[in-house]
């Protein structure tokens, strides 16, 4: 099930981009999980050696690292910045059990404003996206997006 499948879109509204985090920042997590997950293919025979030990020991890295992945694809697949031709809304997923749901429409919308900072920034072409709403009611921040381009009209 797709997270724009709980929207409720109004009558004439059409959903018109997903937008989600770089996948390049969460890549010291995936190849921490992948590290975890291979290790004790790699080490195989000495923790044979240690028998129920060592079998267990090389069982919880492996759950470790599936576990690491496992979050990090799970966040990286609920947190989205939905826009639509009417509204803004925005699914931040903190943890398995907790997620905070911002909408605005778009004509309460009064500053939108991004922020490159650092080499790798700079270099990858992503940073954070920062949309302001009228009356400082919301403040809606989707960080670690692709392709900033810096135009300004």
């Keep these: 099930m797709a997270i724009t499948d709980s929207v409720e879109l109004k009558s004439g509204e059409n959903i018109l981009r997903e937008v989600r985090r770089y996948p390049?920042?969460?890549f010291g997590k995936y190849s921490l999980a992948f590290v975890l997950m291979i290790a004790p293919f790699f080490f195989l025979f000495p923790l044979m050696k240690l028998h129920g030990w060592g079998i267990a020991g090389?069982?919880?890295i492996f759950?470790?690292?599936l576990i690491i992945f496992t979050r990090t694809l799970f966040l990286w697949f609920h947190n989205v910045f939905v826009v639509t031709s009417c509204r803004i809304i925005d699914f931040d997923q903190r943890g398995f059990f907790e997620r905070v749901v911002s909408q605005s429409s778009l004509d309460q919308i009064q500053d939108v404003s991004f922020h490159i900072h650092g080499a790798a920034q700079t270099f990858f072409r992503y940073g954070d996206v920062n949309?302001?709403?009228g009356w400082g009611s919301?403040?809606?921040c989707v960080p670690a997006i692709?392709?900033?381009r810096c135009k300004v009209m």
Excluded: M, N, P, Y
């Design 58 to 60: 090389g069982a919880i």
């Design 138 to 140: 919301v403040e809606l």
């Design 146 to 148: 692709f392709r900033l």
């Design 63 to 65: 759950l470790s690292g």
């Design 24 to 26: 390049l920042v969460d």
């Design 131 to 133: 949309i302001k709403t």
